[in-house]
């Protein structure tokens, strides 16, 4: 159909309806609703602060695991500690919603110290009456300090689990510097260094596949594993850090960050159920030592050195 103005324009195959290319910008500009989820796309990831143990303020978290982990220390038996164990393992599940796979993860280094302990005091403590382990035959008393000393690694360990995974670094510092009157420098200074740590695994991965590109020798598909490869990565790894380091120090400085009272920008609460928290902690650790002690399983430091 021709109109008084001539035939209409047409549309070459490339070209689309002048509202088509709105509506597609304006269908890209949406955001996603989506859950967040685990870095190789697993479970979704629950954040700290929505937990019972990710509320918790995160100086008096800290103090308490600080006293628990102390009063552990003193303590010999593996009965105690089993029981700080499996409460603190039941905590971060119920209270801190961590995942089963994280919490076995997490567990890994403190087991291994743990059984090296028990290896320790198996073989050098034969006294007390004799034990068959299998084929081999041991000392009950290495056998239980062994034992003791390897459950103790494991209570330290969830212990220190409940602030590592349940708090987060900004939030803990933040609550550091507001309530344990740590000075502004130390705060900024740890915050730094975290950061640069999150950062280490990319730079090592952007380090590593510039190595693959630059060497014609690779397979493709494949990162070079030469001892020389891996060394030249790790030095640039260090520079890289160094110089990241330096440039935070130098914006630091010229913020002028010390030279005076600074305000907070997200101040964290601290109120009467995070004090009401840590007393039920404390109370619960003493049950278990007094219940210990009537029982007559409790033994002190003096079981080392009998």
Known sequence: M?????????????????????????????????????????????????????????????????????GALLVTDPYTPAIGWVLTVAALLVAGRVPVRTLALAHVPFLVFATSLLVVNVATRPGGDPVDLGPVTVGSDGLTIGAGLAVRTLLVGALSLTVAVTTGPVHLMTSLHQHGRLPLTWTYAVLAAHRLLVELPDAWHTIRCAQAVRDPRRRPGTLPRSPRALGTAAYALLVGAVRRSERL??????????????????????????????????????????????????????????
């Not at 509506?23 to 989506?34: A, I, L, Q, T």
């Not at 902690?281 to 050195?305: I, M, P, S, Y």
């Open 2 to 70: 021709v109109g008084p103005h001539g035939p209409p324009p047409r549309r070459g195959p490339g070209r689309a309806r002048p509202g088509a290319r709105r509506h597609r910008r304006r269908r890209r500009s949406r955001p996603r609703r989506d859950r967040a989820r685990s870095p190789r796309g697993g479970r979704p990831v629950t954040a700290p602060h929505s937990t019972p143990l990710g509320r918790w303020n995160p100086t008096v978290k800290l103090a308490t695991v600080l006293v628990v982990s102390t």
């Open 249 to 306: 120090t130098v914006a630091l400085e010229s913020r002028g960050l010390g030279s005076g009272p600074r305000t907070t920008a997200r101040p964290v609460p601290l109120g009467v159920p995070d004090v009401v928290a840590a007393v039920a902690v404390l109370a619960v650790a003493a049950a278990v030592v007094v219940v210990g002690v009537r029982a007559g399983w409790v033994t002190g430091l003096g079981a080392l050195t009998a």
